[in-house]
């Protein structure tokens, strides 16, 4: 029972060998933490890519922009890709804010445009300029848009 509490979690859709586990972050490129913290911008503070790339990019000082940027377009794609599969409201009961099956009082479309397009050029164009200046002046662009 313990080998089964600590195994990572896994979809199991390849076989295990000696040298390859599937994992399910390997599989998203993010971590299970990371996915949590998306979550909770988009659902709590009501974050669109670009302000959750503004956000992140000051935060998580320890990625570079591009891989913030590419966490942030990997979310929101996929989030955009399987969206119409939480409209379906069953009865639950909600006890906090944040939770992947309370969308009670989303009001937000089913359908969207998985790519992005005015939003991930908005971020390319914020990679790039922050890639261009000092180290230290993600923070001061950020904000300025």
């Not at 979310?75 to 939770?99: I, M």
Request: aromatic share 12%.
């Amino acid at each position: 029972l313990e080998a089964i509490a600590i195994a990572p979690p896994t979809a199991e859709l390849e076989p295990i060998t000696d040298d390859y586990t599937q994992t399910d972050e390997a599989d998203m490129g993010m971590t299970y933490e990371e996915l949590s913290h998306f979550g909770r911008l988009r659902k709590i503070s009501r974050c669109g890519p670009v302000s959750m790339f503004k956000h992140l990019v000051v935060e998580w000082k320890h990625l570079p922009p591009a891989e913030v940027a590419r966490k942030v377009k990997f979310f929101f794609k996929s989030y955009a890709q399987n969206r119409h599969k939480a409209t379906t409201l069953t009865p639950s009961v909600h006890c906090e804010s944040y939770g992947v099956d309370d969308n009670r009082f989303d009001l937000r479309p089913i359908f969207i445009d998985s790519n992005w397009p005015w939003q991930f050029r908005q971020i390319d164009a914020l990679v790039k300029e922050i890639e261009s200046c000092a180290p230290d002046c993600a923070s001061t662009i950020a904000s300025r848009f």
